[in-house]
Every structure is written in structure tokens, then in C-alpha cells.
């Protein structure tokens, strides 16, 4: 692909988007930018007025913090950065009280623990190019959504091109993070989808349990309150194996999230499910060099409109998600008076 689709696209020029990108035959071969019109988030509950006062703690504690301690890696210690501040929305704290069934200490604990784990592991410092080998044959695509305008975040463990190293993880944090920002507003929760097929190269799919608690710590520590289905197909014996192996170290919560086997157009559009899966009807063909650098695109115009937002709205810990992500007009802090109103 040439840069300058790329940045026709970045600087919303006319030019055909490359996320418009199809074969001839009409394949896809680049993300899908929204959910289908008819897909609905379902409504939040209110914060319950217990709820609110734990809340309102665990914000004052956290707007007073000015260090992350990184004892790990004490040289990555230091003030809590911009993009840190804006990472503490109030959805994320939201996130980590529900994790910890709003135990405010202990919600605490974790979101310190969680923001010196980002540093430690340098979170916001991996890089396309760096990942970009991992996801050479596709085997994570983040494609279309589901009926409740969740991002689906295909694995097709069938597609592994690697041997096993510290980078497969990275790539895996990587893409969550990519997925987190396409997230439409209201919606916080991703859908994964897992096609466990062989391919002519691998016949074992199941990763090694050693890596299996390491993602899964990752993401039940990490990304809490993150997962809103899993659904999981072609499991052969070795795979459901691994399943029960690792079980017990998957939250209950959790557990309950995981679909193995069903019909995934009760879950996903039939027009956003990739055909891979019976009853999609979305045909995408993966191309690296098509995928990789509209990916890329996509979310960088996301992130840098959320930033803009943050920075209009004062740089506020415990902004609104549905506020950066453009849905509410305004974020927690009030807008400054004109100057009829001052006089």
C-alpha cells in the first residue's frame, strides 16, 4: 500500500479510504470503522448511591497521586505522565472497583499495580513495527462487531508463524489495546472469536500452559471488566484438554462468558461475522500489507481525536470515555463561563 493512501486517509481527503479497501471479486481486506446501524449497547445501570461513594473515594486518592512507583524496574519510576491521567477515566476506575466488587483499597492497589505493570512492560512504547511480524499470516484480526457494537477480535491460532517468545504476548497486548480504542462510545467490552482449525503447517494449536496463565494473568489483572463473550470453535481434544487445565485459574465471571461451539450469528450481525464461521456472511481476506497499515490508521485517528477531547476538556483524571469518544458534548469538567456570564 502506498503512503499516500495512508495519509489520504489520516487527513480525510476524498481519496477512495483505505477502509473501503476490496478485491475485485468484492473480499474485504481492511477494517470495518462502526457497527451495523441496527447493533444497540445495552443500557448501564445507575451507580447505586454506595456504589457513587466508593467511587468518589477512590477518585480523590486518585487525583492525588503524582509518582508510579515502579519497583521492578525503579528507573521506569517517575510523575504520572499525561497519557497515565487520561488512562484513569472514570469508566476505568468504574472498571477496577467491579473487579474488586467494589472493594475501594483494594481497587486502589491494583490500579498502582496496573499502572507500573504499563511501564514496566512498556505498554504504550510497542510499536507496529515491532509486532508487525507476529500478525504477518493474520492469525489476530480485528474485524466488524458484534450485536451489542462489540469489537470482534478474531485468534486463528492455525495461522501461527512463530515460534514461542515474549513478543507473541506482546502482540496479543498490543491488539487489545487496538481494539480498546475502536470501542464506539458507551461501549467497553470486546467480543473474542477463536477458530481453533489446523492449518497444513500446525496441527497443534493450544498454546503452552506456562503462556496460557501469563495472557490470562494479563488480562484478568490488567484488563479487567474488559470481556463481554468469547466464542470459541473447532476445539480438538488437545485444545479441550488445555481448556480444562487452565479452568480453575478463570474467574467464574468469566467462565460464564465463554461460548464453545454455537451458532455465532445469535451473537454477531451476519454482515459483520467473518465467513470463516458458519452463518457469516462478511467476506474478508487477510493481506498484510493491505490490514496492517489501515489498522494502524484507524486507531491512530481515534486516539489522537480522544487527546484532543482530553486536552479541550482540561486534562481531567476521571474523564468521561463516552466524553473522548464523542458521544456526550461535554466531559466532568464545567464548561468555562462566558465572558457575558463573568460580567
Known amino acids: 500500500m502506498s503512503s499516500s493512501k495512508v495519509e489520504a486517509a489520516a487527513s480525510g481527503s476524498t481519496e477512495p479510504s483505505i477502509l473501503e479497501e476490496k478485491t475485485e471479486a468484492g473480499v474485504l481486506k481492511t477494517p470495518l470503522p462502526a457497527p451495523v446501524s441496527s447493533c444497540t449497547v445495552p443500557e448501564k445501570p445507575a451507580l447505586t448511591a454506595d ?12 487525583k492525588g497521586w503524582t509518582e508510579v512507583q515502579v519497583h521492578a524496574a525503579k528507573d521506569k519510576s517517575g510523575p504520572l505522565t499525561d497519557s497515565e491521567k487520561m488512562w484513569l477515566t472514570r469508566e476505568c476506575l468504574l472498571r477496577f472497583l467491579r473487579a474488586t466488587k467494589w472493594h475501594e483499597k ?4 491494583r490500579l498502582l499495580e496496573t499502572l507500573a505493570w504499563r511501564r514496566e512492560y512498556g505498554v504504550e512504547g510497542l510499536s507496529a513495527d515491532h509486532i508487525s511480524p507476529e500478525n504477518a499470516t493474520g492469525k489476530q484480526i480485528i474485524l466488524g462487531y458484534d450485536k451489542q457494537c462489540r469489537p470482534c477480535h478474531y485468534l486463528n491460532p492455525g495461522r501461527q508463524n512463530t515460534d514461542v517468545s515474549p513478543r507473541q504476548v506482546q502482540h496479543l497486548v498490543f491488539m487489545l489495546e487496538r481494539v480498546i480504542e475502536l470501542m464506539p462510545a458507551q461501549q467497553e467490552t470486546l467480543s473474542l472469536l477463536i477458530n481453533f482449525k489446523t492449518s497444513k503447517n500446525r496441527s497443534n494449536t493450544a498454546p503452552g500452559i506456562g503462556q496460557g496463565r501469563e495472557v490470562l494473568h494479563i488480562l484478568q489483572t490488567h484488563y479487567p471488566e474488559r470481556l463481554g463473550r468469547a466464542m470459541i470453535i473447532n476445539i480438538p481434544w488437545v485444545v479441550s484438554g488445555f481448556f480444562k487445565l487452565i479452568t480453575p485459574f478463570i474467574d467464574p465471571l468469566t467462565r460464564e462468558k465463554l461460548k464453545f461451539n454455537e451458532d455465532m450469528t445469535q451473537y454477531v450481525p451476519k454482515e459483520h461475522l467473518w465467513s470463516e464461521y458458519t452463518g457469516g456472511q462478511l467476506q474478508f481476506e487477510y493481506d498484510h500489507d493491505v490490514y496492517w497499515p489501515a489498522l494502524q490508521t484507524l486507531c491512530a485517528q481515534r486516539r489522537a481525536e480522544q487527546v484532543q477531547r482530553w486536552e479541550v476538556g482540561g486534562k481531567q483524571i476521571g474523564e468521561k470515555e ?8 461535554s466531559g466532568v469538567a464545567p464548561p468555562p463561563a462566558s465572558s457575558d456570564e463573568a460580567n
Do not use: T
Not at 51 to 62: A, E, G, I, N, T
Open 322 to 329: 463516552d466524553y473522548l469518544k464523542g458521544h456526550d458534548a
Open 51 to 62: 456504589h457513587q461513594s466508593k467511587y468518589d473515594w477512590l477518585l480523590s486518592r486518585v
Open 106 to 109: 483494594e481497587s486502589e492497589k
